[in-house]
């Protein structure tokens, strides 16, 4: 019966995006269970791999009319809450790990207001996840960010530069983190 249930709540998923066309360009993984929700957005374009884990709820921004821009590696990992932005390409890595509640920018848009002209103007690039990198609980990815591979970004960091491979870094502005060598002394 829960199986049932379960493949029913995937069909209502396929039918609300098909009554909708994505136009809010939200996509809300709520309900669903974190075993339905990579199948979910395979079904919908995005390029999942084997084994992946991820956790509902979803937001996913900026769909449009397909999740094509969001490439996940095998057995990566994505927590609760998670907010991607999927204006421009994100790629998560293989064995990745994304805590609860990381967002994930592709783009900036100020909009309407004057700061378009004071030298801000709309722009995107992507965010790349290396192989068994870490990302903390509540971490902010920018723009055109590149986290390297077995790096660690520290809970509540805003990352706005490149991570580089296996480095740890934390807080905001994210910085490097001093090593454990002082701990094992």
Avoid at 12 to 27: I, N, Y
Avoid at 62 to 72: C, H, W, Y
Avoid at 169 to 177: D, I, N, S, T, W
Wanted: proline share 6%.
């Amino acid at each position: 019966m829960r199986a049932l249930l379960r493949e029913l709540e995937f069909l209502s998923l396929r039918c609300a995006r098909h009554l909708s066309g994505f136009e809010r360009l939200v996509a809300r993984f709520q309900t669903l269970t974190p075993r339905l929700v990579p199948r979910a957005l395979a079904h919908y374009g995005a390029t999942i791999g084997a084994d992946v884990r991820i956790a509902a709820p979803l937001l996913l921004h900026n769909a449009e009319r397909s999740f094509a821009n969001l490439s996940v590696g095998d057995g990566a990992y994505l927590g609760r809450d998670c907010l991607l932005d999927l204006k421009d390409r994100i790629e998560i890595g293989p064995r990745a790990t994304l805590s609860m509640r990381v967002t994930i920018v592709t783009h900036v848009d100020v909009g309407r207001s004057s700061w378009a002209q004071r030298g801000l103007p709309p722009s995107q690039a992507p965010v790349r996840i290396g192989p068994d990198a870490y990302v903390g609980a509540g971490a902010t990815l920018l723009a055109g960010v590149t986290i390297g591979a077995g790096a660690l970004v520290g809970a509540g960091a805003l990352v706005r530069h490149d991570v580089p491979p296996g480095a740890r870094v934390g807080g905001v502005p994210a910085r490097a983190l001093p090593g454990d060598q002082a701990k094992r002394s």
